[in-house]
């Protein structure tokens, strides 16, 4: 993307403030400390039962037995939770009688002039949180794959050097890693947000590649501080989402990160995002140091592999021919190829950057396409064969007669494998499949790939990128937010802190309805919108706003609404999904490359603005400008201008 006849600057190494970015206020340091020890001192066969408002109140450590059930560690920690609640509860009523040795042990770690109000009030914040400093020293170890490149893309975008750690927290660097809720790879995209930057669809996830997810979560991380101006604010972000952080900026009218942590009651805004900011500190100060807290520690060596690109659409089984490259070593160089690339479905796609195993013999993309048979290559993928489901029709009794395993076929259809089919709904079939054709299983890649970088082949059995919940690929064994074994714990998240559904996103849009019944305007949106999402007419909704017929509704600007139809909730949910709806469209097609400055002219506004950078919708352009107000736009603005590319000819 260019700016034609415009003035503007590419913006390689934006400020990212001072020296000192990453700031460890002192009242935050009971709650690194807490972290920290979670991390190092504590494994997942034991857990600290604390307060989870003050983390400095640990009340005891539980040490299972390794070989004890899920269920019995489950009865061991609420009993000790009861003994302990009970013990709060005999504290406040005590007054100034005397305590048992234990009693007067608990009530010591609140410290003085704690009152039996709190105390009371503590009965009900009694946490469990599970060990994690097993994960975090395997973490370390695989971390030195990709230590080096993280290090180069944040270096490429003047980001702080400290960022690199995040995956610790995130996925303890494993590339592999899915949440019960669909977040992906190291550093646990959710599904809406990765499409914004990589490239997510039934061929490729790139959030499975750890190096294309670093350099999506470097566009993203940059973004994010410059919507919310402090890297605590930009790294919670990571966790709650772009717009609650900046409604809880705004709500408090500060943006230190104590204050907020401390006094930011949000509705999202739970355990796991008020210890985001302060998990990632702890995981900075140990990976700074793992020899203080691990002895030795010996990382994996660095990734290496020679890359090619494809010349068209290529079947895998054609590659592995003309390449000599085993399938388990493609696979395991390759990640965010999904499963219906390798079992045939569907074809590498033309100008996918293919990684091969760094040997002497050296590969170029001329060399590949003379290899390659013409007939070999293709102009796009297969289309599936359709087929109109008749009465008495299963899924299992399909997959049966064409003879393809039923969770392919689950798979390419977006539906469970236990899924009642509606007769006449159309059913897609692989290429190729056709009635009592047995069906032949793709075989497991080999165990050690990587094997200049030590990560495991495991990625390459993932499903496809769909929500991992929706689909049913990936066993939730518990829904506590609270869990009680690293299988618990993994199943229902890779971080290493407390299990959360992320509110992960880079819309900072605040579609929420003001207490005085008014909104402020959004790109995309017109009258006719909220006439239709009130049930109203759009002549109501102008003699409301004595408006005239000619008075367009413009962004930024506050309007009244009529809720006597509508509820506020109710409104504010159809508003999301219309902008949700409109953006996932857009994310289909398009993806961000990078960012220009420009320099605002006199008569420039955003629909000039826009016009100047051939497929960039206004929304996009409010969104990186959340400071700017487009309606009165003045000469010299300087206007943060998304890069953006056509998803089927970026390669």
Not at 79 to 92: G, K, P, T, V
Not at 312 to 331: D, I, K
Not at 368 to 375: D, E, I, S, V
């Amino acid at each position: 993307m260019a700016f034609l006849g415009a003035v503007f600057a590419v913006c390689a190494f934006p400020a990212f403030g001072n020296p000192d970015q990453m700031p460890r206020p002192a009242a935050l340091e009971p709650d690194v400390e807490f972290w920290t020890h979670v991390y190092t001192q504590v494994d997942t066969n034991s857990g600290y039962l604390h307060d989870q408002y003050n983390l400095g109140v640990v009340y005891e450590t539980v040490r299972f037995a390794p070989d004890s059930s899920q269920s019995a560690r489950e009865r061991e920690v609420d009993a000790r939770r009861e003994r302990i609640a009970a013990a709060l509860r005999r504290i406040a009523a005590a007054g100034d009688s005397p305590l048992s040795p234990e009693d007067q042990r608990i009530r010591d770690l609140w410290g003085p002039g704690v009152s039996p109000a709190r105390l009371r009030e503590a009965v009900d914040d009694i946490r469990f949180q599970l060990g994690q400093a097993d994960r975090f020293r395997a973490g370390l170890i695989r971390s030195g794959a990709w230590e080096t490149h993280i290090a180069e893309a944040l270096a490429n975008r003047g980001l702080p050097a400290e960022l690199a750690v995040l995956p610790h927290v995130e996925s303890s660097f494993n590339p592999a890693a899915y949440s019960k809720v669909g977040a992906a790879g190291l550093w646990q995209f959710m599904r809406s947000t990765g499409r914004r930057y990589m490239r997510i669809d039934s061929s490729v996830d790139d959030r499975l590649d750890p190096f294309r997810s670093t350099e999506a979560a470097a566009q993203l991380l940059a973004y994010n501080y410059r919507v919310l101006g402090t890297w605590p604010l930009a790294l919670t972000a990571w966790n709650h989402g772009t717009a609650g952080m900046l409604r809880a900026k705004e709500s408090l009218g500060t943006d230190d990160i104590v204050t907020i942590l401390r006094r930011y009651n949000g509705r999202t805004f739970g355990f796991a995002s008020r210890n985001f900011y302060v998990s990632f500190l702890a995981a900075l100060d140990i990976d700074h140091n793992p020899d203080k807290y691990f002895g030795a520690v010996q990382r994996q060596g660095e990734a290496r592999f020679q890359v090619v690109t494809v010349p068209g659409y290529v079947s895998m089984a054609t590659l592995e021919r003309v390449l000599s490259v085993p399938g388990a070593e493609l696979r395991a160089l390759n990640p965010a190829l999904l499963r219906p690339v390798w079992d045939g479905q569907l074809r590498v796609p033309r100008d996918y950057h293919l990684r091969l195993p760094f040997a002497d013999e050296q590969w170029t993309t001329d060399l590949l396409a003379h290899q390659l048979n013409p007939r070999e290559l293709y102009a796009g993928q297969p289309q599936p064969k359709r087929y109109k489901v008749q009465q008495g029709d299963t899924l299992a009794k399909l997959a049966d007669r064409y003879g393809v395993p039923i969770d392919t076929l689950a798979r390419m259809n977006r539906i469970r494998v236990s899924a009642a089919l509606k007769v006449g709904r159309t059913i897609n079939l692989p290429e190729g499949a056709t009635v009592q054709v047995a069906s032949s299983s793709v075989p497991a890649p080999a165990a050690g790939a990587w094997q200049a970088g030590g990560v495991s082949a495991a990625v390459a059995q993932r499903e496809s990128a769909e929500d991992a919940a929706a689909l049913a690929t990936i066993t939730v064994f518990a829904s506590r937010e609270q869990p009680v074994s690293a299988a618990q714990a993994e199943a229902l998240s890779p971080a290493l802190g407390p299990a959360a559904e992320p509110q992960q996103g880079a819309d900072p849009t605040d579609y929420t309805v003001a207490g005085d019944d008014s909104i402020r305007v959004a790109a995309e949106e017109t009258l006719g919108h909220y006439a239709d999402w009130l049930g109203l007419s759009a002549q109501h909704l102008r003699d409301l706003n004595h408006m005239s017929m000619r008075k367009p509704v413009l962004v930024g600007h506050r309007l009244k609404l009529d809720f006597h139809k509508v509820p506020h909730d109710a409104f504010e949910q159809k508003r999301r999904d219309y902008h949700q709806q409109l953006q996932a469209a857009y994310f289909a097609e398009h993806r961000i490359s990078g960012t220009e400055i420009y320099i605002a002219r006199a008569g420039d506004s955003l629909w000039t603005v826009t016009r100047r950078a051939p497929q960039l919708p206004e929304w996009l352009l409010v969104q990186y400008n959340p400071d700017v107000d487009f309606s009165e736009l003045k000469p010299g603005t300087q206007i943060v201008v998304p890069r953006v590319e056509d998803v089927a000819n970026s390669g």
